[in-house]
């Protein structure tokens, strides 16, 4: 891998491609600036942009970004873990309405293919980055880290270019995996979290309090096809049956998963926020959120459409399971 070269850049580049004098737009010592032969510096061997500068360091490491002339300040990254159907996509949407945050789809959801080629997607950083470093194929926690410090770091600049001041990451529960390297204690708490922790990088866990409620949304929509929409006429009724034992199974495997990762995120600069109150600007959800995030978040509004009609219009055999649609989870412990 070679470094930027003139009219590029000034810059002088230890063998890692590390910047060692001034940078790229003045990108501090420290920085990597991935580079392409074919492309120049900053592109993907695809041709795409990743445009960046980027410091390898904790959450105040300084940070320059954009074209040519323009600069940013970094801005700070929250990892937004939380199981399927909890409530991301809405709750993206109303910090994208305030403006408070960079705050992209799902990064590491492989079967989403429209978002493959999306200049966030981990899988698409990953196979530049790797091309550009094959050592790095090695799965090892130092390769690891080095991936994820430079990914997170181009999460962050792009955030930064679209002049925003946090970046949100959206990583489901069954997506954690991805960010780890060769070997995992599957019942201790995944190299993410580690990374987060090191890095002071703060959590932002939502939690859907009616675990039901999680697993009839997830059923319905693998019934119907439809995960989300903006368009009223791809919302309909398709009645469907619900076995009791199935979805016992479901709540149970749904709430020891929240349980662990209510655990795991502990040791982490963390905020728990509900589902039940995404639409309450008045709730302790998002009253504890504006001081986590550092923004009034004053506009609680969203455009996106609920996919899940009213329970008794889908599920036909409603009555026989309606006890268990109360089934909330316990109060998280102090």
């Known amino acids: 891998m070679s470094g930027p070269i003139a009219p590029w850049s000034d810059a002088s580049f230890d063998g890692a491609n590390r910047c060692t004098g001034k940078g790229y737009h003045g990108a501090p010592p420290g920085a990597i600036w991935f580079t392409d032969v074919a492309n120049g510096p900053g592109m993907g061997g695809d041709g795409r942009r990743f445009g960046l500068a980027m410091t390898l ?3 105040d490491a300084q940070c320059d970004v954009g074209p040519a002339g323009s600069a940013h300040p970094p801005a700070r990254l929250f990892l937004l873990l939380a199981a399927e159907r909890s409530g991301t996509h809405l ?4 910090l994208t309405a305030n403006r408070a945050a960079f705050a992209p789809g799902e990064v590491a959801n492989a079967a989403a293919s429209g978002d493959a080629e999306s200049d966030t997607n981990f899988f698409a950083f990953c196979r530049e980055r790797l091309l550009d470093e094959p050592r790095l194929f090695v799965p090892s926690q130092p390769h690891t880290r080095q991936l994820l410090d430079a990914y997170f770091g181009h999460f962050r600049a792009r955030a930064a270019s679209l002049g925003r001041s946090a970046a949100v990451c959206d990583i489901k529960y069954g997506h954690v995996i991805n960010f780890s390297g060769g070997w995992w204690d599957m019942i201790s708490a995944p190299y993410l979290l580690e990374w987060a922790r090191q890095s002071d990088v703060g959590i932002i866990h939502l939690v859907r309090r009616n ?6 949304s997830n059923l319905y929509a693998q019934h119907t096809g439809v995960w989300r929409t903006r368009n009223p006429t791809e919302l309909a009724v398709m009645p469907m049956q619900v076995a009791r034992r199935r979805l016992e199974a479901d709540i149970g495997r749904m709430t020891r998963v929240i349980d662990l990762f209510r655990g795991w ?3 982490c600069r963390h905020c728990e926020i509900h589902y039940e109150d995404l639409l309450d600007g008045l709730s302790p959800s998002w009253r504890a959120l504006r001081g986590f995030l ?5 506009r609680i509004a969203s455009d996106f459409l609920k996919t899940t009609p009213a329970y008794e219009e889908i599920i036909e055999n409603h009555g026989e ?4 649609l109360e089934v909330e989870l316990p109060a998280q412990a102090s």
């Open 265 to 267: 995120v502990k040791p």
């Open 294 to 298: 550092g923004h009034p978040l004053d």
């Open 57 to 59: 360091q904790r959450q």
């Open 321 to 324: 399971i309606a006890d268990l």
């Open 211 to 216: 675990v039901a409620q999680t697993c009839i």
């Open 91 to 94: 709750f993206r949407s109303i």
